[in-house]
């Protein structure tokens, strides 16, 4: 009963995160922009945007230059979530990848460094009057569940160690729909619930940024408004 209840959940989550995911990078592509507005000093050259983005995707450039304690605590929260999730790839992968397998002790490492870079995050918001007062009740709970997902995962690590052989054979299961038991570790069944809570939330939530850079006009155009004529793309009328 909880092996089916768990794989049933997690395709449920699956589905709503690919599908709003999906739907919500193609209201972004289709959404008109209607005003060449970079924001300055700007690149004049398309390549030189689509650069800019990049440094703001790799370095979080505008946050560097607004707030260097944001940009920090952020810039680790991010480099850590991605060794993180490489390691979780041991999970998904046979025989594992091998750097995946390199990435096992840094992912380890990465695992506290992700939890305190979300923690100082979450102390800035509740500290700083200014910040308490433009975070609503859910950029605090979304912080807070990103906390619990990294503080059970560190706990199914350090504290109470779980069956991983028994675990990855389960979400390979899930992905050939042939299911494997799922070990009743409470610690994991928490830890699994809260990442599929997560998953379920993401494309209604302000971490839709993940995508949503890549289509921002401040910053994927280029300033060259002077040397080409910038002819919008006018909104679809229906009949």
Do not use: C
């Amino acid at each position: 009963m909880q092996t089916t209840l768990y794989a049933v959940i997690f395709y449920v989550a699956a589905a709503i995160f690919a599908g709003g995911l999906g739907l919500r990078v193609w209201q972004y592509a289709r959404t008109p922009v209607p005003l060449k507005i970079p924001t300055t000093p700007a690149p004049i050259t398309r390549a030189g945007a689509t650069f800019r983005v990049l440094r703001e995707v790799t370095v979080f450039e505008s946050l560097f230059k607004s707030n260097k304690w944001i940009w920090l605590f952020g810039w680790i929260f991010h480099i850590a979530l991605a060794l993180v999730l490489v390691r979780h790839l041991r999970y998904f992968t046979q025989p594992v990848w091998t750097p995946v397998a390199l990435a096992q002790p840094l992912g380890i490492y990465a695992g506290f460094a992700m939890v305190g870079a979300l923690f100082a995050l979450w102390v800035r918001r509740v500290a700083i009057s200014r910040m308490r007062y433009i975070s609503d009740a859910f950029d605090n709970l979304i912080l807070l569940l990103l906390l619990a997902i990294g503080a059970t995962g560190l706990g199914m690590t350090f504290i109470a160690k779980t069956d991983i052989v028994a675990l990855k054979g389960f979400f390979l299961g899930l992905m050939t729909f042939d299911w494997q038991p799922l070990p009743a570790d409470p610690l994991l069944l928490s830890h699994l619930a809260l990442v599929a809570l997560l998953m379920v939330v993401f494309p209604f939530t302000k971490l839709l940024h993940a995508p949503g850079v890549f289509f921002s006009p401040s910053r994927n155009q280029a300033d060259d408004a002077r040397e080409r004529r910038y002819a919008p793309r006018p909104l679809t009328s229906k009949a």
